[in-house]
């Protein structure tokens, strides 16, 4: 027997990956950092695993982030990845992670991007 779902799933463009390639420690630190602050952290992942933060320059950080342009253009074609925060503790994408993540999927970057909660860190990519 064939079962229909009459509902269609909610067509998404980014999957939520089954582990993050970050190492267990590096999931911990970040994790750690964000449950210090009221406001989204951000920053880039070097390499595999090296944290390095960025000054949340947003109008309003308790809900977005924004990365000055100096920021990446000082780590260049080292940065792998992208991270922030979100205190709310809600760790799927917002509305503007997802056009943040379009933005760097269709300019061609290949960072990934990861979502961190004081409880853990989600890895996702746009699959365009
Ligand atoms: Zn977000």
């Given at each position: 027997m064939t079962i229909i779902d009459p509902v269609a799933p909610a067509q998404v463009n980014w999957l939520?990956?089954?582990?993050?390639?970050?190492?267990?420690?590096?999931?911990?630190?970040?994790s750690v950092r964000a449950s210090r602050h009221r406001f989204e952290i951000?920053?880039?992942?070097?390499?595999?695993?090296?944290?390095?933060?960025?000054?949340?320059t947003s109008d309003t950080p308790n809900k977005n982030f924004s990365i000055a342009p100096e920021e990446t253009e000082?780590?260049?074609?080292?940065?792998t990845g992208i991270y922030h925060s979100h205190p709310s503790g809600f760790n799927g994408p917002s509305h503007a992670d997802e056009e943040g993540m379009k933005f760097l999927y269709r300019a061609?970057?290949?960072?990934?991007?990861?979502?961190v909660t004081s409880g853990d860190v989600i890895e996702y990519k746009w699959i365009g």
């Open positions: 939520r990956l089954a582990s993050c390639s970050l190492a267990e420690e590096t999931q911990r630190l970040l951000c920053g880039f992942i070097i390499g595999e695993n090296e944290i390095v933060p960025a000054i949340n000082k780590y260049g074609a080292s940065i061609g970057c290949p960072w990934r991007y990861f979502i």
